[in-house]
T-cell receptor, first 112, second 112 residues
Framework: NAGVTQTPKFQVLKTGQSMTLQCAQD?????MYWYRQDPGMGLRLIYY???????DKGEVPNGYNVSRLNKREFSLRLESAAPSQTSVYFC???????????FGSGTRLTVV | GEDVEQSLFLSVREGDSSVINCTYT??????LYWYKQEPGAGLQLLTY?????DMKQDQRLTVLLNKKDKHLSLRIADTQTGDSAIYFC????????????FGTGTRLQVTL
């Protein structure tokens, strides 16, 4: 199984540009999540989708939008990128052992 | 809200035991998890413990849970250089839509 696949792996944007981070899982999990990871701050939840057709804000949603396209795919959009959004972004889905999360390998985003 | 705290850094010699500690605040936590993150990679689920258990052993890993003190620890026996990574603890509250709250991570450095 591929698990959780994120694209792209690396991206450099100029301030004000937009982009969409893609995430897909093949484990038939209902719930999917977007986190950002910054040094010394652990993982912070941006948005999540408890099931297909629903999305909710997490801890740090400002500047982001999401779409749960179907059960497999959950995308994260930056409409107007800012340097403060420079981070590593992780997508995850929930299921399996102890109902824990399975993570993708991350997207390293730099906004200049 | 939920809060999970960890020390930032731990250094041990190869062959020694490592103990990584975590405290959490949510008394209704149902599952607690330990994740490992190697450089440039996503988070990998190492082990988890259900909240009604005190201890769980899985090969070199031992998880201890003191629910009264809301304290979780991960012991790695015979620590190897391949164990060098960041270790995150996480807790999950009750309910099917509950999210994981992560600590800030403990960087484990294994020296020769």
């Amino acid at each position: 199984n591929a698990g959780v696949t994120q694209t792209p792996k690396f991206q450099v944007l100029k301030t004000g540009q937009s982009m969409t981070l893609q995430c897909a899982q093949d484990m038939n999990h209902n719930s999917m999540y977007w986190y950002r990871q910054d040094p010394g701050m652990g993982l912070r939840l941006i948005y999540y989708s408890a099931s297909e057709g629903t999305t909710d804000k997490g801890e740090v949603p400002n500047g982001y939008n999401v779409s749960r396209l179907n059960k497999r795919e959950f995308s994260l959009r930056l409409e107007s990128a800012a340097p403060s959004q420079t981070s590593v972004y992780f997508c995850a889905s929930r299921g399996g052992r102890g109902y824990g999360y399975t993570f993708g390998s991350g997207t390293r985003l730099t906004v200049v | 809200g939920e809060d999970v705290e960890q020390s930032l850094f731990l250094s041990v010699r190869e062959g020694d035991s490592s103990v990584i500690n975590c405290t959490y605040t949510d008394s209704s936590s149902t599952y607690l998890y330990w994740y490992k993150q190697e450089p440039g990679a996503g988070l990998q689920l190492l082990t988890y413990i259900f909240s009604n258990m005190d201890m769980k052993q899985d090969q070199r890993l031992t998880v201890l849970l003191n629910k009264k003190d809301k304290h979780l620890s991960l012991r790695i026996a015979d620590t190897q250089t391949g164990d060098s990574a960041i270790y995150f603890c996480a807790e999950r509250g009750p309910g099917t839509a509950s999210k994981l709250t992560f600590g800030t991570g403990t960087r484990l450095q294994v020296t020769l």
